[in-house]
């Protein structure tokens, strides 16, 4: 099922998500609409409190639009390890239509986070997986990227989303 999509200032995506509990059918069914949910709206990502469930779990497939569908789902999602070495690039947001922030973050990054089967997973990602990563575990902790910009950055992009909000579509 299709969800409904929340935009930013929605307060949800503001909020500390809690930690999801036992990986039952309810958290298996959020998954399965989260994913339906990105792959219609054409993104490569999405966090649980991007459909206004404030709980640690997020989706990702950074691939499929040049190959073949990947998807991924990790619960309770924890970076443990992330490189000194930085990385920038653009980054847009479902819940932030329109709007593409230059944000800065670790090029690699090494994950642990439970499956959908209940057990431990861990791994390494780098390239655009690193950053997908990051920005949705962000998500997980109320952070957006128009929080990982300066101020002056942020008061212009605000801006032109508030423009292009209200503007003829
Ligand atoms: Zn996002």
């Known amino acids: 099922m299709i969800r409904e999509i929340r935009l930013w200032p929605d307060p949800v995506l503001a ?92 090029a690699e990054v090494t994950m642990r986070w439970t499956g959908l089967d209940g057990s431990l997973f861990a791994g390494r990602f780098s390239g655009f997986e690193a950053i997908a990563a990051q920005h949705e575990r962000d998500h997980l902790d109320g952070i957006v990227t128009l929080d990982r910009v300066s101020p002056e950055v942020r008061a212009r992009l605000e801006t032109e989303y508030r423009a292009c909000r209200s503007g003829p579509s």
């Not at 966090?47 to 569908?69: N, T, Y």
Request: hydrophobic share 45%.
């Open 15 to 106: 909020q500390v998500c809690e930690p999801v509990g036992a990986v039952n059918q309810h958290v298996r069914a959020l998954a399965d609409d989260m994913l339906e949910t990105m792959y219609a709206a054409k993104g490569r990502g999405l966090a649980a409190p991007q459909v206004g469930v404030p709980l640690r779990l997020f989706v990702m497939d950074c691939g499929w639009k040049e190959g073949d569908r990947a998807p991924q789902v990790m619960v309770n999602p924890e970076i443990v390890e992330a490189s000194a070495e930085r990385a920038a690039g653009l980054e847009g947001c479902l819940s932030i239509p329109g709007i593409t922030a230059e944000v800065e973050r670790a």
